[in-house]
Structure formats: structure tokens, C-alpha cells
């Protein structure tokens, strides 16, 4: 799983409020993604890292930002919480090299938002 | 990158073989087919990925068609524990971007 843990596992805040997801990876990869999971849309990626401090938008990135001031780090916030951000949120890692190229996720943060 | 289809879901016995069809026409001679899949709520789990050569690891065989428009996932003897959803996707070996994962297919193994 590449040392990737998530924090909070699990999140209950109220409409307006600000929410911030961390994603912690030990393996030094470059590339972090965020992902939100919904019922009938499978993953869809909000934003993506591909070094610190370089970002950019996902299909999903609306009302969503994020920050990534250490390699390790991959911070998502939401500034302004709303009840169509209740989902379950992956975190993924990329190593740069490598013969499978493949993304090693985190277990999952379900936030609620009422 | 090229977009995939699925079946939404597909049953399969116990110990008999789980194959599990993508579609890909519009892939690109440079883009890789990948196979993930996601075990009821945990974050997805790489299982396989190919070319244009047919593929075996521990977990499984991907069989790609000639013209590369679609591929086949071969897991010879499906257990219990690979009832999940199975996502096909296409992508750009050396690009930092998404995946795009779509919706996938869910295998139920039945006793």
C-alpha cells in the first residue's frame, strides 16, 4: 500500500464549514492524487500533484483546493463545505519510475456534510 | 486518453474462470491497459497492466486483442474474495495525470 494513510477516516461537519483532509505517504513518491467516490460515478479525480507545491485541477476540482508543501503532504480542503461534497475521498500514490506505474491508495475518508 | 466500457456487473462460480471484458476502441498505439479493482469500500488495488502482449501475473491473465480495441481479465479461479468491482482503464504510460476510472464492472463470485 505504500506507507499511505489518510486522516480523518471518517468526518461528520455541517454545510459552511471549512474541512481539511490530509494525505500522508512514506515511500517519497512524486505524484499525489485526490479522489472522491459516488454512488454511480465510480472514482473521479479532483486534483493531482506532480511535485511540491505543483498542482493541478482534476474533472472534479470545483469548490475543492489543495496544497502540497512537503513531498509526504497532500492537503485537500474544502474552504466552504456543502452537502454535495458528502462522499468517501481516496488519496493515491505514484512513484515516477517503476515497471508497473501504478497508483497505490490510501483506505478512504467518508465525510459527511449535513 | 482513450475511454473504456464495461458491463455494469457479472456473476461468476466459485472456482470457475472470471472473465471480464473492456472495450477501448479509440486507444492509442502509446497507451497501456490497465486493471485495478476495489474491494466493498477500500481503495482500489493494482492488478495487472499490458501493451499489445497478453499478460500473467499471480492475480491474473490479461488476454489483449490483435487490434488492441478491447481486452479480456482472466482470473482462473475466482474465490469468494474477488467479488469486488473491477475497473478497466487506458492511459499514457509516462504522463503524471489521472486515471480515469469510470464505473467498472462488479464481479459477485458465487458459493
Known amino acids: 500500500d505504500a506507507g499511505i494513510t489518510q486522516s480523518p477516516r471518517h468526518k461528520v461537519t455541517e454545510t459552511g464549514t471549512p474541512v481539511t483532509l490530509r494525505c500522508h505517504q512514506t515511500?517519497?513518491?512524486?505524484?499525489m492524487y485526490w479522489y472522491r467516490q459516488d454512488p454511480g460515478h465510480g472514482l473521479r479525480l479532483i486534483h493531482y500533484?506532480?511535485?511540491?507545491?505543483?498542482?493541478d485541477k482534476g474533472e472534479v476540482s470545483d469548490g475543492y483546493s489543495v496544497s502540497r508543501s512537503k513531498t509526504e503532504d497532500f492537503l485537500l480542503t474544502l474552504e466552504s463545505a456543502t452537502s454535495s461534497q458528502t462522499s468517501v475521498y481516496f488519496c493515491?500514490?505514484?512513484?515516477?519510475?517503476?515497471?508497473?506505474?501504478?497508483?497505490?491508495f490510501g483506505p478512504g475518508t467518508r465525510l459527511t456534510v449535513l | 486518453d482513450a475511454k473504456t466500457t464495461q458491463p455494469p456487473s457479472m456473476d461468476c462460480a466459485e472456482g470457475r474462470a472470471a472473465n471480464l471484458p473492456c472495450n477501448h476502441s479509440?486507444?492509442?498505439?502509446?497507451?497501456?491497459v490497465y486493471w485495478y479493482r476495489q474491494i466493498h469500500s477500500q481503495g482500489p488495488q493494482y492488478i495487472i497492466h499490458?501493451?499489445?502482449n497478453n499478460e500473467t501475473n499471480e492475480m491474473a491473465s490479461l488476454i489483449i486483442t490483435e487490434d488492441r480495441k478491447s481486452s479480456t481479465l482472466i482470473l482462473p479461479h475466482a474465490t469468494l474474495r474477488d467479488t469486488a468491482v473491477y475497473y478497466c482503464?487506458?492511459?499514457?504510460?509516462?504522463?503524471?495525470?489521472?486515471?480515469?476510472f469510470g464505473t467498472g464492472t462488479s464481479l459477485t463470485v458465487i458459493p
Open positions: 500533484s506532480y511535485g511540491v507545491k505543483d498542482t
Open positions: 479509440t486507444i492509442s498505439g502509446n497507451e497501456y
Open positions: 493515491a500514490a505514484r512513484a515516477v519510475a517503476g515497471v508497473r506505474n501504478e497508483q497505490f
Open positions: 482503464i487506458v492511459r499514457v504510460m509516462d504522463t503524471g495525470n489521472q486515471f480515469y
Open positions: 515511500e517519497n513518491h512524486r505524484y
Open positions: 499490458g501493451l499489445k
